[in-house]
Protein backbone atom coordinates (compact mmCIF):
# COMPACT_ATOMS: atom_id res chain seq x y z
CA UNK A 1 0.00 0.00 0.00
CA UNK A 2 1.50 3.35 -0.91
CA UNK A 3 1.49 5.40 2.40
CA UNK A 4 -0.45 9.15 1.64
CA UNK A 5 1.54 10.76 4.13
CA UNK A 6 4.76 12.37 2.77
CA UNK A 7 6.87 10.99 5.75
CA UNK A 8 6.48 7.98 7.92
CA UNK A 9 4.42 8.76 10.69
CA UNK A 10 6.75 8.42 14.21
CA UNK A 11 5.27 8.62 17.67
CA UNK A 12 6.45 11.07 19.99
CA UNK A 13 7.58 10.21 23.30
CA UNK A 14 7.48 12.03 27.05
CA UNK A 15 10.60 14.22 26.38
CA UNK A 16 10.54 14.91 30.51
CA UNK A 17 11.43 10.83 30.27
CA UNK A 18 14.73 11.69 28.82
CA UNK A 19 15.87 13.77 31.51
CA UNK A 20 15.68 11.04 33.75
CA UNK A 21 19.00 9.85 34.91
CA UNK A 22 19.78 6.31 34.06
CA UNK A 23 17.86 4.59 37.37
CA UNK A 24 21.26 4.45 38.78
CA UNK A 25 21.11 2.88 42.37
CA UNK A 26 19.29 -0.71 42.58
CA UNK A 27 20.82 -2.08 38.87
CA UNK A 28 24.47 -0.70 40.26
CA UNK A 29 24.08 -2.76 43.03
CA UNK A 30 22.51 -5.49 41.20
CA UNK A 31 25.62 -5.53 38.61
CA UNK A 32 28.52 -5.36 41.87
CA UNK A 33 26.51 -7.85 43.44
CA UNK A 34 26.51 -10.12 40.23
CA UNK A 35 30.10 -9.54 39.67
CA UNK A 36 30.76 -10.47 42.81
CA UNK A 37 29.19 -13.69 42.57
CA UNK A 38 30.60 -14.41 39.73
CA UNK A 39 34.06 -14.86 41.46
CA UNK A 40 32.57 -15.93 44.87
CA UNK A 41 29.99 -18.53 43.56
CA UNK A 42 29.68 -20.34 46.91
CA UNK A 43 29.53 -17.33 49.12
CA UNK A 44 26.04 -16.95 50.86
CA UNK A 45 25.28 -13.20 50.39
CA UNK A 46 22.87 -11.37 53.46
CA UNK A 47 21.05 -8.42 51.82
CA UNK A 48 19.92 -5.87 53.86
CA UNK A 49 19.86 -3.42 51.59
CA UNK A 50 15.60 -3.86 50.10
CA UNK A 51 13.59 -1.56 51.38
CA UNK A 52 10.70 -4.60 51.57
CA UNK A 53 9.26 -6.46 54.15
CA UNK A 54 9.65 -10.07 55.05
CA UNK A 55 7.42 -11.45 57.35
CA UNK A 56 4.07 -13.21 56.38
CA UNK A 57 1.03 -11.90 56.43
CA UNK A 58 -0.64 -11.17 60.09
CA UNK A 59 -3.02 -14.13 60.18
CA UNK A 60 -6.54 -11.85 60.96
CA UNK A 61 -5.59 -10.10 57.01
CA UNK A 62 -5.51 -13.70 55.80
CA UNK A 63 -8.60 -15.01 57.44
CA UNK A 64 -10.12 -11.65 55.99
CA UNK A 65 -9.22 -12.71 52.82
CA UNK A 66 -10.18 -16.25 52.62
CA UNK A 67 -13.53 -15.01 53.67
CA UNK A 68 -14.07 -12.35 51.34
CA UNK A 69 -12.90 -14.60 48.37
CA UNK A 70 -15.65 -17.44 49.81
CA UNK A 71 -17.97 -14.00 49.71
CA UNK A 72 -17.31 -13.45 46.21
CA UNK A 73 -18.11 -17.08 44.97
CA UNK A 74 -22.24 -16.17 46.36
CA UNK A 75 -24.58 -14.68 44.44
CA UNK A 76 -25.25 -12.34 47.55
CA UNK A 77 -21.76 -11.74 48.40
CA UNK A 78 -20.26 -11.10 44.97
CA UNK A 79 -19.27 -7.40 44.39
CA UNK A 80 -17.85 -5.86 41.39
CA UNK A 81 -17.00 -2.11 40.95
CA UNK A 82 -16.63 -0.72 44.30
CA UNK A 83 -16.66 2.91 45.27
CA UNK A 84 -13.22 4.69 43.32
CA UNK A 85 -12.80 5.95 47.14
CA UNK A 86 -12.78 2.91 48.69
CA UNK A 87 -15.48 0.93 50.59
CA UNK A 88 -17.30 2.60 53.15
CA UNK A 89 -16.46 0.81 56.06
CA UNK A 90 -12.57 1.14 55.02
CA UNK A 91 -12.63 4.36 55.43
CA UNK A 92 -14.73 4.09 58.73
CA UNK A 93 -12.40 2.19 60.64
CA UNK A 94 -9.34 4.32 59.03
CA UNK A 95 -10.59 7.57 60.22
CA UNK A 96 -11.66 6.13 63.65
CA UNK A 97 -8.42 4.40 64.49
CA UNK A 98 -5.71 6.81 62.71
CA UNK A 99 -6.71 10.22 63.06
CA UNK A 100 -9.79 10.41 65.69
CA UNK A 101 -8.34 8.16 68.61
CA UNK A 102 -5.03 10.74 67.95
CA UNK A 103 -7.62 13.77 67.99
CA UNK A 104 -7.37 14.55 64.80
CA UNK A 105 -10.64 15.45 62.86
CA UNK A 106 -10.52 13.77 59.59
CA UNK A 107 -13.38 11.99 58.49
CA UNK A 108 -13.97 9.25 56.44
CA UNK A 109 -14.92 10.94 53.08
CA UNK A 110 -11.69 12.79 53.20
CA UNK A 111 -9.88 8.91 52.79
CA UNK A 112 -8.97 7.91 49.87
CA UNK A 113 -8.19 3.93 49.70
CA UNK A 114 -5.82 3.08 47.40
CA UNK A 115 -3.64 0.62 45.77
CA UNK A 116 -0.36 2.29 46.94
CA UNK A 117 1.12 5.41 48.27
CA UNK A 118 3.64 5.14 45.77
CA UNK A 119 1.34 5.58 43.03
CA UNK A 120 -0.45 8.09 45.34
CA UNK A 121 2.13 10.14 46.02
CA UNK A 122 3.39 10.22 42.29
CA UNK A 123 -0.23 10.77 41.34
CA UNK A 124 -1.60 14.26 43.63
CA UNK A 125 0.67 15.75 40.76
CA UNK A 126 -2.26 15.54 38.33
CA UNK A 127 -4.17 18.06 40.51
CA UNK A 128 -1.52 19.92 40.91
CA UNK A 129 -0.42 23.43 38.92
CA UNK A 130 3.03 23.28 36.53
CA UNK A 131 4.08 26.71 38.53
CA UNK A 132 4.21 25.40 41.91
CA UNK A 133 7.45 26.17 43.19
CA UNK A 134 8.56 22.25 44.55
CA UNK A 135 10.55 20.88 47.89
CA UNK A 136 12.34 17.93 48.47
CA UNK A 137 14.79 16.44 51.26
CA UNK A 138 17.81 15.39 50.39
CA UNK A 139 18.20 12.31 50.69
CA UNK A 140 14.64 11.94 49.38
CA UNK A 141 12.55 8.73 48.95
CA UNK A 142 13.28 9.20 44.50
CA UNK A 143 9.71 8.46 43.83
CA UNK A 144 9.14 12.31 44.38
CA UNK A 145 11.70 13.64 42.24
CA UNK A 146 11.05 11.19 39.42
CA UNK A 147 7.46 11.70 39.71
CA UNK A 148 8.16 15.67 38.98
CA UNK A 149 10.76 15.03 36.31
CA UNK A 150 7.89 12.73 34.24
CA UNK A 151 5.23 15.43 34.72
CA UNK A 152 7.77 18.35 32.97
CA UNK A 153 8.36 20.01 36.85
CA UNK A 154 12.15 20.42 36.20
CA UNK A 155 14.88 21.23 34.06
CA UNK A 156 17.63 18.45 33.58
CA UNK A 157 19.92 16.81 35.60
CA UNK A 158 23.07 19.69 36.66
CA UNK A 159 25.92 18.68 39.06
CA UNK A 160 25.40 16.31 41.93
CA UNK A 161 22.19 14.61 39.72
CA UNK A 162 20.23 17.54 41.34
CA UNK A 163 17.56 18.42 39.01
CA UNK A 164 17.33 22.35 37.91
CA UNK A 165 13.26 23.85 38.99
CA UNK A 166 13.52 21.89 42.49
CA UNK A 167 14.40 23.14 45.75
CA UNK A 168 16.99 20.32 47.60
CA UNK A 169 16.64 20.80 51.52
CA UNK A 170 19.57 18.64 53.15
CA UNK A 171 18.82 16.37 56.12
CA UNK A 172 22.23 15.34 57.39
CA UNK A 173 23.94 14.79 60.83
CA UNK A 174 25.17 18.72 60.31
CA UNK A 175 21.39 20.30 60.79
CA UNK A 176 20.79 16.77 63.41
CA UNK A 177 18.38 15.41 60.44
CA UNK A 178 16.31 18.14 61.27
CA UNK A 179 14.68 20.25 57.97
CA UNK A 180 15.32 23.20 57.99
CA UNK A 181 13.01 25.87 56.42
CA UNK A 182 13.45 26.80 52.64
CA UNK A 183 15.59 30.31 51.88
CA UNK A 184 13.24 30.71 48.85
CA UNK A 185 9.57 30.54 49.16
CA UNK A 186 8.21 27.32 47.98
CA UNK A 187 5.00 25.80 46.92
CA UNK A 188 4.94 22.41 47.31
CA UNK A 189 7.12 20.47 50.53
CA UNK A 190 7.32 16.55 50.28
CA UNK A 191 8.08 15.57 53.79
CA UNK A 192 8.27 11.74 54.85
CA UNK A 193 8.15 11.00 58.74
CA UNK A 194 9.52 8.46 59.89
CA UNK A 195 11.82 9.21 57.16
CA UNK A 196 13.06 6.76 54.73
CA UNK A 197 16.21 6.54 53.99
CA UNK A 198 17.47 8.24 56.94
CA UNK A 199 15.13 6.40 59.84
CA UNK A 200 14.97 10.10 61.21
CA UNK A 201 11.45 11.57 62.85
CA UNK A 202 10.38 14.80 63.22
CA UNK A 203 8.82 16.15 66.68
CA UNK A 204 5.38 18.28 66.84
CA UNK A 205 6.97 21.73 67.09
CA UNK A 206 9.20 20.51 63.74
CA UNK A 207 6.23 19.52 62.12
CA UNK A 208 4.54 23.08 63.45
CA UNK A 209 7.14 24.61 61.98
CA UNK A 210 6.42 23.36 58.71
CA UNK A 211 2.41 23.82 58.53
CA UNK A 212 3.08 27.47 59.83
CA UNK A 213 5.46 27.90 57.44
CA UNK A 214 2.74 26.44 55.06
CA UNK A 215 -0.31 28.81 56.37
CA UNK A 216 1.70 32.04 56.09
CA UNK A 217 3.33 31.29 52.40
CA UNK A 218 -0.39 29.48 51.26
CA UNK A 219 1.82 26.42 50.40
CA UNK A 220 1.08 22.51 50.09
CA UNK A 221 3.12 19.96 52.36
CA UNK A 222 2.77 16.28 50.97
CA UNK A 223 3.32 14.41 54.12
CA UNK A 224 4.39 10.88 53.91
CA UNK A 225 3.60 8.61 56.91
CA UNK A 226 4.09 5.19 55.27
CA UNK A 227 6.54 4.63 58.36
CA UNK A 228 4.36 6.12 61.32
CA UNK A 229 4.01 2.81 62.82
CA UNK A 230 7.26 2.29 64.09
CA UNK A 231 7.39 5.17 66.34
CA UNK A 232 7.90 3.88 69.52
CA UNK A 233 7.81 7.36 71.40
CA UNK A 234 4.32 8.68 72.31
CA UNK A 235 5.56 11.97 72.06
CA UNK A 236 5.83 12.02 68.41
CA UNK A 237 3.26 12.61 65.84
CA UNK A 238 1.91 10.00 63.84
CA UNK A 239 0.17 12.23 61.54
CA UNK A 240 0.44 15.82 60.24
CA UNK A 241 -3.00 16.45 61.44
CA UNK A 242 -1.59 16.01 64.72
CA UNK A 243 -0.92 20.09 64.33
CA UNK A 244 -3.27 22.42 64.49
CA UNK A 245 -3.60 24.74 61.25
CA UNK A 246 -2.33 21.20 59.03
CA UNK A 247 -5.75 20.51 57.34
CA UNK A 248 -5.58 23.89 55.63
CA UNK A 249 -2.25 23.08 54.36
CA UNK A 250 -1.22 19.41 54.40
CA UNK A 251 -2.01 15.59 52.50
CA UNK A 252 -1.21 12.49 54.10
CA UNK A 253 -0.15 9.14 52.47
CA UNK A 254 -0.46 6.15 54.41
CA UNK A 255 0.25 2.66 53.88
CA UNK A 256 -0.48 -0.62 54.54
CA UNK A 257 2.85 -1.90 53.02
CA UNK A 258 5.34 -2.15 56.11
CA UNK A 259 3.13 -2.17 59.01
CA UNK A 260 1.00 -4.95 58.06
CA UNK A 261 3.36 -6.57 55.32
CA UNK A 262 1.30 -5.42 52.25
CA UNK A 263 3.29 -4.68 49.92
CA UNK A 264 2.46 -7.63 47.60
CA UNK A 265 -0.83 -7.45 48.53
CA UNK A 266 -1.33 -3.89 47.81
CA UNK A 267 -3.80 -1.23 50.15
CA UNK A 268 -3.00 2.41 51.00
CA UNK A 269 -4.98 5.53 51.16
CA UNK A 270 -4.72 9.39 50.83
CA UNK A 271 -5.97 11.86 53.36
CA UNK A 272 -7.30 15.27 51.20
CA UNK A 273 -9.22 17.92 54.25
CA UNK A 274 -12.32 19.39 52.50
CA UNK A 275 -11.17 22.54 53.41
CA UNK A 276 -7.41 22.25 51.34
CA UNK A 277 -7.66 24.90 48.97
CA UNK A 278 -5.52 26.16 45.54
CA UNK A 279 -5.85 28.75 43.26
CA UNK A 280 -6.98 28.22 39.45
CA UNK A 281 -4.55 30.61 37.23
CA UNK A 282 -7.34 33.26 37.51
CA UNK A 283 -6.64 32.91 40.83
CA UNK A 284 -10.03 31.77 42.02
CA UNK A 285 -10.14 28.86 44.87
CA UNK A 286 -10.71 25.19 44.22
CA UNK A 287 -10.47 22.91 47.12
CA UNK A 288 -8.09 19.88 46.29
CA UNK A 289 -10.80 17.06 47.36
CA UNK A 290 -13.14 17.75 44.51
CA UNK A 291 -10.39 17.33 42.18
CA UNK A 292 -8.52 14.55 43.56
CA UNK A 293 -11.88 13.03 44.10
CA UNK A 294 -12.40 13.31 40.25
CA UNK A 295 -9.17 12.18 39.31
CA UNK A 296 -9.47 9.26 41.20
CA UNK A 297 -13.04 8.69 39.64
CA UNK A 298 -11.94 8.98 36.28
CA UNK A 299 -8.42 7.09 36.63
CA UNK A 300 -9.32 4.82 38.88
CA UNK A 301 -11.55 1.97 39.97
CA UNK A 302 -11.26 1.15 43.52
CA UNK A 303 -8.90 -1.94 45.16
CA UNK A 304 -10.15 -4.95 45.18
CA UNK A 305 -12.86 -5.91 47.73
CA UNK A 306 -10.56 -8.82 49.50
CA UNK A 307 -7.91 -6.31 49.56
CA UNK A 308 -9.93 -3.88 51.54
CA UNK A 309 -11.25 -6.91 53.92
CA UNK A 310 -7.85 -7.69 54.37
CA UNK A 311 -6.99 -4.08 55.15
CA UNK A 312 -10.22 -3.50 57.41
CA UNK A 313 -8.71 -6.35 59.70
CA UNK A 314 -5.84 -4.78 60.29
CA UNK A 315 -8.02 -2.36 63.05
CA UNK A 316 -9.36 -5.65 64.52
CA UNK A 317 -7.89 -6.52 68.00
CA UNK A 318 -6.54 -9.60 66.23
CA UNK A 319 -4.87 -7.36 63.32
CA UNK A 320 -3.66 -4.67 65.66
CA UNK A 321 -2.04 -7.44 68.25
CA UNK A 322 -0.52 -8.82 64.85
CA UNK A 323 0.63 -6.05 63.32
CA UNK A 324 2.09 -4.30 66.16
CA UNK A 325 3.99 -7.41 67.18
CA UNK A 326 5.56 -7.63 63.29
CA UNK A 327 6.58 -3.82 63.99
CA UNK A 328 8.00 -5.25 67.25
CA UNK A 329 9.65 -7.79 65.53
CA UNK A 330 11.16 -5.50 63.04
CA UNK A 331 12.28 -2.64 65.63
CA UNK A 332 14.63 -5.51 67.40
CA UNK A 333 15.94 -6.29 64.69
CA UNK A 334 17.20 -2.31 63.85
CA UNK A 335 18.30 -2.22 67.48
CA UNK A 336 20.75 -5.44 66.70
CA UNK A 337 21.82 -3.20 63.98
CA UNK A 338 22.24 -0.08 65.83
CA UNK A 339 24.16 -1.17 69.19
CA UNK A 340 26.47 -4.10 67.23
CA UNK A 341 28.00 -0.88 64.83
CA UNK A 342 27.74 1.32 67.49
CA UNK A 343 29.80 -1.05 70.18
CA UNK A 344 32.67 -1.04 66.78
CA UNK A 345 32.59 3.07 66.57
CA UNK A 346 30.34 3.59 63.69
CA UNK A 347 27.91 6.74 64.06
CA UNK A 348 24.54 5.59 63.19
CA UNK A 349 21.75 7.25 63.44
CA UNK A 350 17.95 6.26 62.53
CA UNK A 351 16.59 2.73 63.65
CA UNK A 352 14.36 3.72 66.61
CA UNK A 353 11.01 4.94 65.44
CA UNK A 354 11.71 3.67 61.65
CA UNK A 355 13.01 0.28 59.95
CA UNK A 356 15.81 1.90 58.37
CA UNK A 357 19.63 2.48 60.15
CA UNK A 358 21.83 5.36 58.38
CA UNK A 359 25.35 4.71 58.89
CA UNK A 360 28.02 7.66 59.01
CA UNK A 361 30.24 6.00 56.60
CA UNK A 362 33.99 5.55 58.89
CA UNK A 363 37.06 7.36 57.53
CA UNK A 364 35.56 9.64 54.65
CA UNK A 365 35.09 6.56 52.41
CA UNK A 366 32.52 7.02 50.16
CA UNK A 367 29.02 5.26 49.88
CA UNK A 368 29.57 3.35 47.09
CA UNK A 369 33.37 2.51 48.58
CA UNK A 370 31.61 1.51 51.61
CA UNK A 371 29.48 -0.67 50.04
CA UNK A 372 32.10 -2.36 48.16
CA UNK A 373 33.85 -2.90 51.30
CA UNK A 374 30.89 -4.63 52.65
CA UNK A 375 30.65 -6.60 49.90
CA UNK A 376 33.64 -7.94 49.32
CA UNK A 377 34.76 -8.35 53.40
CA UNK A 378 31.55 -9.30 55.08
CA UNK A 379 29.89 -10.11 51.93
CA UNK A 380 26.49 -8.15 53.32
CA UNK A 381 24.70 -5.95 50.85
CA UNK A 382 23.73 -2.52 51.77
CA UNK A 383 22.24 0.34 50.15
CA UNK A 384 25.11 3.37 49.56
CA UNK A 385 23.06 6.91 50.73
CA UNK A 386 24.58 8.67 47.72
CA UNK A 387 21.86 6.60 45.80
CA UNK A 388 18.98 8.68 47.47
CA UNK A 389 20.57 12.37 46.80
CA UNK A 390 23.72 14.41 46.73
CA UNK A 391 23.27 14.97 50.87
CA UNK A 392 23.56 11.43 51.30
CA UNK A 393 26.67 10.78 50.29
CA UNK A 394 29.07 9.37 53.16
CA UNK A 395 26.38 7.59 54.39
CA UNK A 396 24.77 3.79 53.97
CA UNK A 397 21.28 2.55 54.57
CA UNK A 398 21.14 -1.06 56.39
CA UNK A 399 17.55 -2.53 56.97
CA UNK A 400 15.67 -4.37 59.42
CA UNK A 401 13.74 -6.21 57.08
CA UNK A 402 14.99 -9.29 57.01
CA UNK A 403 14.87 -12.65 59.40
CA UNK A 404 16.49 -12.17 63.32
CA UNK A 405 19.02 -15.00 62.02
CA UNK A 406 20.08 -13.11 59.18
CA UNK A 407 20.77 -9.76 61.26
CA UNK A 408 22.40 -11.81 63.78
CA UNK A 409 24.89 -13.24 61.28
CA UNK A 410 24.68 -10.00 59.40
CA UNK A 411 26.30 -7.92 62.25
CA UNK A 412 28.48 -10.90 63.23
CA UNK A 413 29.99 -10.52 59.77
CA UNK A 414 30.69 -6.74 59.83
CA UNK A 415 31.89 -6.72 63.74
CA UNK A 416 34.64 -9.69 62.87
CA UNK A 417 36.01 -7.93 59.91
CA UNK A 418 35.94 -4.33 61.49
C1 LIG B 1 7.50 1.78 51.27
C2 LIG B 1 7.19 3.23 51.15
C3 LIG B 1 5.90 3.66 50.82
C4 LIG B 1 4.78 2.66 50.58
O1 LIG B 1 4.55 2.51 49.23
P1 LIG B 1 3.38 1.54 48.74
O2 LIG B 1 3.22 1.92 47.31
O3 LIG B 1 2.17 1.85 49.56
O4 LIG B 1 3.86 0.15 48.93
C5 LIG B 1 5.63 5.00 50.76
N1 LIG B 1 6.60 5.91 51.00
C6 LIG B 1 7.85 5.55 51.31
C7 LIG B 1 8.85 6.60 51.59
C8 LIG B 1 8.18 4.20 51.39
O5 LIG B 1 9.42 3.85 51.68
Not at 75 to 99: C, M
Not at 142 to 160: F, I, K, Q
Not at 216 to 234: T, W
Request: aromatic share 12%.
Amino acid sequence: MISIYAFPVVVQVNGNYLKLQAGYLFPEIARRVNTFLEVNQNVELIRLGIGDVTEPLPLACRTAMKSAIDEMGTESGFHGYGPEQGYTWLREVIAKNDFQSRGCDISPEEIFVSDGSKCDSSNILDILGEGNRIAVTDPVYPVYVDSNVMSGRTGHAGDLGRYQGLSYLPITAENNFVVDLPDQPVDLIYLCFPNNPTGAVASKSQLKCWVDYALEHKALILFDAAYEAFIQDPELPHSIYEIDGARECAIEFRSFSKNAGFTGTRCAFTVVPKVLKGNAIDGDEVDLWSLWNRRQSTKFNGVSYIVQRGAEAVYSLEGKAQTTSLVEFYMKNAAIIRNKLSAIGLDVFGGEHAPYVWIKTPNDIDSWGFFDLLLNCAHVVGTPGSGFGASGEGYFRLSAFNSRSNVESAMKRITQFS
